[in-house]
């Protein structure tokens, strides 16, 4: 199974720019299908972005097409979430998750099997 570490939140103006990392061990992180999601206080968490196992296929939700990009680095075992643009409403919790089953993405939380501890991401107005 893989451990995953999140790295990189903390506060930031609205209009800034932030990047997330999800460090992996313990297995092939090429082997998994990678996603990034958030969950602000009293909301369920949502699906924020994904990325194929090779990096070729991405998906991004509604309200952050445009500003924030996805990556991973096989090599590194990381992936990461590059946000631009930010906005009060993005101030969440993020998870990063690793779906060892799909070639592709999928924007589905019960889909992924395992989740990092998360990181904060607060953004002020």
């Known amino acids: 199974q893989v451990q995953l570490v999140e790295t990189g939140g903390g506060l930031v103006q609205a209009g800034g720019s932030l990047r997330v990392s999800c460090a992996a061990s313990g297995s092939i992180f090429s082997d998994y299908a990678m996603g990034w999601f958030r969950q602000s206080p009293g909301k369920e968490r949502e699906f924020v972005s994904a990325?194929?196992?090779?990096?070729?296929?991405?998906d991004y939700a509604d309200s952050v097409k445009g500003r924030f990009t996805i990556s991973r680095d096989n090599a590194k075992n990381t992936v990461y979430l590059q946000m631009n643009s930010l906005k009060p409403e993005d101030t969440a919790v993020y998870y990063c998750?690793?779906?060892?089953?799909?070639?592709?993405?999928?924007?589905?939380?019960?889909?992924?099997?395992?989740w990092g501890q998360g990181t904060h991401v607060t953004v002020s107005s």
């Open positions: 998750a690793a779906d060892p089953l799909r070639f592709g993405v999928s924007r589905a939380a019960s889909l992924y099997e395992y």
């Open positions: 990325v194929s196992r090779s990096g070729g296929i991405a």
